[in-house]
Nanobody
Framework: VQLQAYGGGLVQAGGCLRL?????????????MGWFRQAPGKEREFVIA????????YYGDSVKDRFTISRDNTKNTVYLQMNSLKPEDTAVYYC??????????????????WGQGTEVTVSS
């Protein structure tokens, strides 16, 4: 299984970025997908998740109304649209496939497959 996240970079506060995560080696449409992030010196934090069919989403409180998740099962890709970025959004962002728990699970242990991460830096 390989999850390849990309699209990170440097952006000014108030700006936007779109992250992508391309999956291979698994039946993508069978898995709920999520994004986590880890800021320097902090624990990995749940950001957002989407159901296998794309009809349901679940947001972490810190990104609600700013971030949107979507997926294209024909392309085996999940997206994270980040708007109104803040310096506190600076982190390495990881995509992951959930292998246990439910869509509302925020514990990283419920995600069994992980990408390598893409770095997002928001300058003030």
């Amino acid at each position: 299984v390989q999850l390849q996240a990309y699209g990170g970079g440097l952006v000014q506060a108030g700006g936007c970025l779109r992250l992508s995560c391309a999956a291979s080696g698994l039946t993508f449409s069978y898995y709920d997908m999520g994004w986590f992030r880890q800021a320097p010196g902090k624990e990995r934090e749940f950001v957002i998740a989407i159901s296998r069919g794309g009809s349901r989403t679940y947001y972490g409180d810190s990104v609600k109304d700013r971030f949107t998740i979507s997926r294209d099962n024909t392309k085996n890709t999940v997206y994270l649209q980040m708007n109104s970025l803040k310096p506190e959004d600076t982190a390495v962002y990881y995509c992951a496939a959930r292998t246990s728990g439910t869509l509302r699970s925020t514990d990283s242990g419920t995600y069994g497959y992980w990408g390598q991460g893409t770095e997002v830096t928001v300058s003030s």
